[in-house]
């Protein structure tokens, strides 16, 4: 594989959508993260009232069998 020199990466063009487009880019991947986010928190919450939910049910199991 040929030698690639600092010159040559600087002469390569890379291109970019314009402004407006990255912005618009930008907003949907932002909101995508807050409906990640939203999810993630939802989803821990969840897991803290099963595991909850789980220890009551095991304690009233318990409880019973006494």
């Not at 970019?16 to 999810?39: C, F, G, N, R, Y």
């Not at 099963?50 to 049910?57: F, K, V, Y």
């Amino acid at each position: 594989m040929p030698k690639l020199a600092i010159t040559r990466l600087k002469e390569i063009q890379i291109p970019l959508p314009p402004l407006a487009t990255q912005k618009a880019i930008v907003a949907k991947l932002d909101e995508a993260m807050e409906s990640i986010d939203k999810s993630i928190a939802l989803t821990e919450e969840n897991i803290t009232k099963c595991d909850e939910m789980w220890q009551t049910s095991l304690k009233n199991n318990l409880d019973n069998l006494e």
